[in-house]
Protein backbone atom coordinates (compact mmCIF):
# COMPACT_ATOMS: atom_id res chain seq x y z
CA UNK A 1 0.00 0.00 0.00
CA UNK A 2 1.63 3.24 -0.94
CA UNK A 3 2.56 5.91 1.54
CA UNK A 4 0.05 9.26 0.55
CA UNK A 5 1.82 11.92 -1.30
CA UNK A 6 3.42 14.75 0.93
CA UNK A 7 1.83 18.01 -0.77
CA UNK A 8 4.47 20.87 -1.57
CA UNK A 9 5.51 23.00 0.88
CA UNK A 10 4.76 26.81 0.63
CA UNK A 11 7.81 29.28 0.88
CA UNK A 12 7.99 32.06 3.36
CA UNK A 13 7.45 34.12 0.12
CA UNK A 14 3.93 32.15 -0.85
CA UNK A 15 2.47 32.65 2.69
CA UNK A 16 3.04 36.32 2.11
CA UNK A 17 1.48 36.79 -0.91
CA UNK A 18 -1.45 33.79 -0.66
CA UNK A 19 -4.69 36.04 -1.52
CA UNK A 20 -6.30 37.28 1.25
CA UNK A 21 -9.81 35.95 0.17
CA UNK A 22 -11.96 34.08 3.19
CA UNK A 23 -12.93 31.43 1.21
CA UNK A 24 -9.23 30.89 0.14
CA UNK A 25 -7.49 30.15 3.23
CA UNK A 26 -8.50 30.49 7.33
CA UNK A 27 -7.83 33.76 8.83
CA UNK A 28 -4.96 34.13 11.74
CA UNK A 29 -5.52 35.40 15.16
CA UNK A 30 -2.30 35.90 17.48
CA UNK A 31 -2.63 36.92 20.85
CA UNK A 32 0.45 37.98 21.72
CA UNK A 33 2.44 38.91 25.16
CA UNK A 34 5.27 39.73 26.77
CA UNK A 35 5.92 37.39 29.70
CA UNK A 36 4.22 34.21 31.12
CA UNK A 37 0.97 34.85 33.20
CA UNK A 38 -0.07 38.04 30.93
CA UNK A 39 -3.46 36.71 29.96
CA UNK A 40 -2.96 35.08 26.40
CA UNK A 41 -4.35 31.59 26.68
CA UNK A 42 -7.22 33.05 29.13
CA UNK A 43 -7.87 35.66 26.53
CA UNK A 44 -7.98 32.99 23.64
CA UNK A 45 -10.21 30.78 25.09
CA UNK A 46 -12.46 33.43 26.00
CA UNK A 47 -12.69 34.60 22.51
CA UNK A 48 -13.65 30.76 21.47
CA UNK A 49 -16.32 30.40 23.80
CA UNK A 50 -17.66 33.82 22.41
CA UNK A 51 -17.65 32.69 18.82
CA UNK A 52 -19.30 29.24 19.75
CA UNK A 53 -21.69 31.31 21.26
CA UNK A 54 -22.48 33.08 18.17
CA UNK A 55 -23.01 29.54 16.44
CA UNK A 56 -19.68 29.15 15.11
CA UNK A 57 -18.05 25.40 15.35
CA UNK A 58 -15.20 25.90 17.60
CA UNK A 59 -12.80 23.07 19.04
CA UNK A 60 -9.47 23.46 20.70
CA UNK A 61 -6.32 21.54 19.07
CA UNK A 62 -4.27 21.65 21.80
CA UNK A 63 -3.86 24.41 24.71
CA UNK A 64 -1.80 24.54 27.62
CA UNK A 65 -3.18 25.42 31.40
CA UNK A 66 0.03 24.82 33.18
CA UNK A 67 -2.44 24.20 36.24
CA UNK A 68 -4.31 27.56 36.40
CA UNK A 69 -7.20 26.45 37.49
CA UNK A 70 -9.14 29.43 35.66
CA UNK A 71 -7.52 28.71 32.66
CA UNK A 72 -8.66 24.95 32.67
CA UNK A 73 -12.23 25.70 33.84
CA UNK A 74 -12.60 27.91 30.10
CA UNK A 75 -10.79 25.04 28.40
CA UNK A 76 -13.65 22.67 29.48
CA UNK A 77 -16.26 24.92 28.52
CA UNK A 78 -15.11 23.39 24.86
CA UNK A 79 -14.79 20.97 22.61
CA UNK A 80 -11.45 19.51 22.81
CA UNK A 81 -9.66 17.10 20.10
CA UNK A 82 -7.85 14.29 21.80
CA UNK A 83 -4.10 14.38 21.49
CA UNK A 84 -1.97 11.87 20.24
CA UNK A 85 0.99 10.19 22.58
CA UNK A 86 3.84 10.11 20.91
CA UNK A 87 6.96 7.72 21.81
CA UNK A 88 10.64 9.43 22.08
CA UNK A 89 13.76 7.91 23.41
CA UNK A 90 10.86 5.99 26.26
CA UNK A 91 9.07 9.12 26.99
CA UNK A 92 5.41 9.61 26.12
CA UNK A 93 4.77 13.01 24.95
CA UNK A 94 1.24 15.04 24.36
CA UNK A 95 1.01 16.42 20.98
CA UNK A 96 -1.83 17.81 19.04
CA UNK A 97 -3.39 15.43 16.76
CA UNK A 98 -3.24 17.67 13.05
CA UNK A 99 -5.02 14.73 11.14
CA UNK A 100 -7.66 13.89 13.45
CA UNK A 101 -8.24 18.34 13.66
CA UNK A 102 -8.18 18.18 9.85
CA UNK A 103 -10.69 15.29 9.78
CA UNK A 104 -13.00 17.47 12.11
CA UNK A 105 -12.86 20.34 10.41
CA UNK A 106 -14.30 22.86 12.58
CA UNK A 107 -14.21 26.64 11.79
CA UNK A 108 -12.39 28.00 14.22
CA UNK A 109 -9.31 25.65 15.82
CA UNK A 110 -7.41 27.09 18.77
CA UNK A 111 -3.88 26.06 19.07
CA UNK A 112 -1.73 27.70 21.90
CA UNK A 113 1.97 28.27 22.36
CA UNK A 114 2.51 28.97 18.50
CA UNK A 115 6.92 28.84 18.89
CA UNK A 116 6.28 25.22 20.42
CA UNK A 117 9.11 22.82 18.86
CA UNK A 118 7.20 19.23 18.14
CA UNK A 119 8.65 15.91 19.37
CA UNK A 120 10.41 13.81 16.99
CA UNK A 121 8.35 11.49 13.97
CA UNK A 122 5.32 14.53 14.16
CA UNK A 123 4.46 15.31 10.80
CA UNK A 124 6.10 18.79 10.95
CA UNK A 125 9.21 19.70 13.39
CA UNK A 126 7.02 22.81 14.36
CA UNK A 127 3.40 23.64 15.53
CA UNK A 128 3.48 26.97 13.61
CA UNK A 129 3.96 24.43 10.82
CA UNK A 130 0.75 22.98 12.10
CA UNK A 131 -1.16 25.93 11.81
CA UNK A 132 0.25 27.00 8.10
CA UNK A 133 -1.68 23.34 7.10
CA UNK A 134 -4.81 24.48 9.06
CA UNK A 135 -4.80 27.81 7.82
CA UNK A 136 -4.61 26.30 4.03
CA UNK A 137 -7.51 23.81 4.97
CA UNK A 138 -9.84 26.80 4.81
CA UNK A 139 -9.85 26.75 9.24
CA UNK A 140 -9.45 29.30 11.27
CA UNK A 141 -6.96 29.70 14.11
CA UNK A 142 -6.89 31.04 17.28
CA UNK A 143 -3.21 31.44 18.72
CA UNK A 144 -0.55 32.33 21.27
CA UNK A 145 2.71 33.65 21.48
CA UNK A 146 5.24 35.67 23.54
CA UNK A 147 7.39 38.41 22.30
CA UNK A 148 10.67 36.56 22.95
CA UNK A 149 10.27 33.97 20.55
CA UNK A 150 9.80 36.52 17.43
CA UNK A 151 12.98 35.05 15.83
CA UNK A 152 14.37 38.53 14.73
CA UNK A 153 13.89 40.15 18.24
CA UNK A 154 15.28 36.54 19.78
CA UNK A 155 19.36 38.13 20.43
CA UNK A 156 17.61 41.36 22.17
CA UNK A 157 15.51 39.64 24.65
CA UNK A 158 18.53 36.89 25.13
CA UNK A 159 20.93 39.97 25.60
CA UNK A 160 18.37 41.72 28.22
CA UNK A 161 17.21 38.92 30.05
CA UNK A 162 20.34 36.54 30.13
CA UNK A 163 17.77 33.63 29.87
CA UNK A 164 18.74 31.39 26.57
CA UNK A 165 15.50 31.31 23.87
CA UNK A 166 15.36 27.56 22.43
CA UNK A 167 12.12 28.13 20.32
CA UNK A 168 11.44 30.94 17.92
CA UNK A 169 9.25 31.85 15.41
CA UNK A 170 10.27 33.44 12.25
CA UNK A 171 8.68 36.95 11.55
CA UNK A 172 7.68 35.72 8.34
CA UNK A 173 4.75 33.73 9.97
CA UNK A 174 3.84 36.18 12.17
CA UNK A 175 3.53 38.60 9.55
CA UNK A 176 0.99 36.23 8.00
CA UNK A 177 -1.24 36.57 11.06
CA UNK A 178 -4.85 39.16 9.89
CA UNK A 179 -4.91 40.19 13.49
CA UNK A 180 -2.46 40.74 16.69
CA UNK A 181 -3.75 41.29 20.20
CA UNK A 182 -1.70 42.63 22.61
CA UNK A 183 -2.63 40.76 25.91
CA UNK A 184 -1.25 43.19 28.08
CA UNK A 185 -0.99 44.01 31.86
CA UNK A 186 1.28 46.46 33.82
CA UNK A 187 4.66 45.02 35.11
CA UNK A 188 3.35 45.66 38.51
CA UNK A 189 0.32 43.11 38.03
CA UNK A 190 1.86 40.90 36.52
CA UNK A 191 4.49 40.55 39.60
CA UNK A 192 1.44 40.61 42.14
CA UNK A 193 -0.02 37.06 39.93
CA UNK A 194 3.46 35.54 40.05
CA UNK A 195 3.49 35.96 43.76
CA UNK A 196 -0.49 35.03 44.27
CA UNK A 197 1.15 31.56 42.75
CA UNK A 198 -1.29 32.31 39.43
CA UNK A 199 1.47 31.87 37.27
CA UNK A 200 4.13 29.19 38.60
CA UNK A 201 4.08 27.08 41.64
CA UNK A 202 5.32 28.69 44.93
CA UNK A 203 8.86 27.58 45.01
CA UNK A 204 9.70 28.76 41.23
CA UNK A 205 7.97 32.56 42.32
CA UNK A 206 11.80 33.87 44.30
CA UNK A 207 13.69 32.63 42.14
CA UNK A 208 11.77 33.74 38.40
CA UNK A 209 11.45 37.12 39.74
CA UNK A 210 14.85 37.63 40.43
CA UNK A 211 15.41 36.42 36.60
CA UNK A 212 13.20 36.82 33.55
CA UNK A 213 10.66 38.41 35.62
CA UNK A 214 12.92 41.14 37.19
CA UNK A 215 10.93 44.23 36.93
CA UNK A 216 13.39 45.88 34.03
CA UNK A 217 13.10 42.95 32.11
CA UNK A 218 9.34 43.01 31.85
CA UNK A 219 9.23 46.42 31.08
CA UNK A 220 11.90 46.07 28.14
CA UNK A 221 9.89 42.86 27.19
CA UNK A 222 6.54 45.22 27.55
CA UNK A 223 7.65 47.67 24.72
CA UNK A 224 9.30 44.94 22.33
CA UNK A 225 5.32 43.94 22.58
CA UNK A 226 4.02 46.84 22.23
CA UNK A 227 5.99 48.05 19.60
CA UNK A 228 5.35 44.63 17.15
CA UNK A 229 1.63 45.41 17.66
CA UNK A 230 2.22 48.90 16.29
CA UNK A 231 4.20 47.38 13.11
CA UNK A 232 1.03 45.16 12.52
CA UNK A 233 -1.36 47.70 13.02
CA UNK A 234 0.73 49.78 11.03
CA UNK A 235 0.58 47.22 8.13
CA UNK A 236 -2.77 46.66 8.32
CA UNK A 237 -3.36 50.70 7.86
CA UNK A 238 -1.08 50.15 4.63
CA UNK A 239 -2.84 47.52 3.15
CA UNK A 240 -6.32 49.96 4.07
CA UNK A 241 -4.81 53.39 3.00
CA UNK A 242 -3.74 51.75 -0.90
CA UNK A 243 -7.16 49.93 -1.49
CA UNK A 244 -8.77 53.14 -0.75
CA UNK A 245 -6.39 55.74 -1.89
CA UNK A 246 -6.41 58.00 0.90
CA UNK A 247 -3.22 60.33 1.44
CA UNK A 248 0.07 59.74 3.13
CA UNK A 249 -0.85 61.88 6.36
CA UNK A 250 -2.71 58.00 7.36
CA UNK A 251 0.50 56.94 9.76
CA UNK A 252 0.86 55.29 12.77
CA UNK A 253 4.01 54.56 13.49
CA UNK A 254 7.06 56.74 12.93
CA UNK A 255 9.67 55.75 10.07
CA UNK A 256 12.78 57.79 9.46
CA UNK A 257 14.18 57.98 5.57
CA UNK A 258 17.62 59.33 4.64
CA UNK A 259 18.38 60.96 1.13
CA UNK A 260 21.65 60.00 0.43
CA UNK A 261 24.34 60.63 -2.39
CA UNK A 262 27.62 58.49 -3.45
CA UNK A 263 29.48 61.12 -1.47
CA UNK A 264 31.62 61.05 2.10
CA UNK A 265 28.68 62.72 3.94
CA UNK A 266 26.55 60.03 3.44
CA UNK A 267 27.84 57.96 6.38
CA UNK A 268 26.71 60.98 8.55
CA UNK A 269 23.27 60.91 7.29
CA UNK A 270 22.63 57.18 7.95
CA UNK A 271 24.44 57.42 11.56
CA UNK A 272 22.08 60.66 12.25
CA UNK A 273 18.96 58.97 10.88
CA UNK A 274 19.59 55.82 13.30
CA UNK A 275 19.88 57.82 16.41
CA UNK A 276 16.61 59.47 15.56
CA UNK A 277 15.24 56.35 14.60
CA UNK A 278 16.26 54.03 17.35
CA UNK A 279 15.05 57.85 19.83
CA UNK A 280 11.25 57.42 17.98
CA UNK A 281 11.17 53.49 18.01
CA UNK A 282 11.03 53.60 14.23
CA UNK A 283 11.58 52.07 11.10
CA UNK A 284 14.59 53.30 9.22
CA UNK A 285 15.13 53.60 5.49
CA UNK A 286 17.91 54.61 3.40
CA UNK A 287 17.00 56.32 -0.10
CA UNK A 288 19.45 56.91 -2.54
CA UNK A 289 18.64 57.68 -6.78
CA UNK A 290 20.71 56.36 -8.95
CA UNK A 291 21.63 59.02 -11.53
CA UNK A 292 24.35 59.06 -14.35
CA UNK A 293 26.10 61.20 -12.15
CA UNK A 294 27.12 58.06 -9.71
CA UNK A 295 28.84 55.93 -12.62
CA UNK A 296 32.45 56.09 -11.49
CA UNK A 297 34.17 53.57 -9.89
CA UNK A 298 35.06 56.39 -6.92
CA UNK A 299 31.27 57.19 -6.57
CA UNK A 300 30.30 53.20 -6.92
CA UNK A 301 33.26 52.60 -4.18
CA UNK A 302 31.41 55.40 -1.47
CA UNK A 303 27.76 54.08 -2.15
CA UNK A 304 28.53 50.54 -1.40
CA UNK A 305 30.32 51.27 1.93
CA UNK A 306 27.11 53.58 2.48
CA UNK A 307 24.68 50.79 1.96
CA UNK A 308 26.58 48.61 4.13
CA UNK A 309 26.74 50.99 6.67
CA UNK A 310 23.09 51.08 6.39
CA UNK A 311 22.48 47.92 6.57
CA UNK A 312 24.69 47.13 9.46
CA UNK A 313 22.02 49.39 10.80
CA UNK A 314 19.30 47.62 10.10
CA UNK A 315 18.28 49.94 7.67
CA UNK A 316 15.97 48.84 4.78
CA UNK A 317 18.18 50.49 1.91
CA UNK A 318 15.73 51.78 -1.15
CA UNK A 319 17.79 51.95 -4.72
CA UNK A 320 15.34 54.26 -6.64
CA UNK A 321 15.53 54.84 -10.57
CA UNK A 322 14.60 58.64 -11.82
CA UNK A 323 16.51 61.94 -13.96
CA UNK A 324 14.59 64.14 -10.81
CA UNK A 325 16.21 63.25 -7.56
CA UNK A 326 13.82 65.20 -5.22
CA UNK A 327 10.68 63.96 -7.06
CA UNK A 328 11.86 60.04 -7.34
CA UNK A 329 12.57 60.62 -3.19
CA UNK A 330 9.75 62.21 -2.13
CA UNK A 331 6.99 59.55 -4.33
CA UNK A 332 8.59 57.04 -1.88
CA UNK A 333 8.85 58.91 0.54
CA UNK A 334 5.21 60.04 0.54
CA UNK A 335 3.97 56.11 -1.22
CA UNK A 336 5.83 54.46 2.12
CA UNK A 337 4.15 57.05 4.44
CA UNK A 338 7.94 58.13 5.39
CA UNK A 339 7.19 60.35 8.51
CA UNK A 340 10.70 62.07 8.95
CA UNK A 341 13.05 62.86 6.11
CA UNK A 342 16.64 63.63 6.78
CA UNK A 343 18.57 65.28 3.93
CA UNK A 344 22.19 66.84 3.88
CA UNK A 345 22.85 70.35 2.68
CA UNK A 346 26.41 71.54 2.27
CA UNK A 347 26.09 73.89 -0.69
CA UNK A 348 25.75 77.35 1.04
CA UNK A 349 26.77 79.54 -1.86
CA UNK A 350 26.05 80.82 -5.53
CA UNK A 351 24.12 78.93 -8.67
CA UNK A 352 24.77 75.27 -6.23
CA UNK A 353 22.89 77.01 -3.62
CA UNK A 354 20.40 78.39 -5.25
CA UNK A 355 19.94 75.03 -7.44
CA UNK A 356 20.09 73.32 -3.69
CA UNK A 357 16.74 75.63 -2.68
CA UNK A 358 15.07 74.84 -5.33
CA UNK A 359 15.47 71.01 -5.21
CA UNK A 360 14.46 71.69 -1.85
CA UNK A 361 11.41 72.89 -2.34
CA UNK A 362 10.20 71.19 -5.25
CA UNK A 363 10.55 67.88 -2.31
CA UNK A 364 8.34 69.50 -0.26
CA UNK A 365 5.76 70.23 -2.40
CA UNK A 366 5.64 66.56 -3.38
CA UNK A 367 5.88 65.49 0.48
CA UNK A 368 4.69 67.94 2.27
CA UNK A 369 3.25 65.72 5.17
CA UNK A 370 6.90 64.96 6.25
CA UNK A 371 9.13 66.50 8.81
CA UNK A 372 11.90 67.12 7.62
CA UNK A 373 14.88 67.61 8.69
CA UNK A 374 17.94 69.83 6.95
CA UNK A 375 21.66 68.79 8.23
CA UNK A 376 24.34 71.14 7.23
CA UNK A 377 27.72 69.56 6.53
CA UNK A 378 31.29 70.37 4.92
CA UNK A 379 32.14 69.47 1.22
CA UNK A 380 34.79 66.84 1.11
Known amino acids: MSSRPTPPRKTPEDWLHTSSTEKDRGRFKVFLGYAPGVGKTFSMLSEGIRRRGRGEDVVIGVVETHGRKGTAELADQLEQVPRREVEYKGTLFSEMDLEAVLA ?170 ARLADALGAELYVLHVKTGHDDDAEAHRILDSSVSFATHLGAQVVQLSGKDVPRASAAYIREHRITQAIVGRSATHGLRSFLYYYSLQKFMAEAPHVDLHIVTQEQA
Open 104 to 273: RAPQIVLVDELAHTNVEGSRFPKRYEDVLLLLENRIDVLSTLNIQHVESLTPRVQSLTGVAIREQVPDWVLDRADEIVISDVTPEALVTRMRRGDIYPAERVERSLTNFFRRGNLIALRELALQRVTRAVDRTLDEYVKRKNLGPHWAVAEKVGVCIGANAQARDLIARG
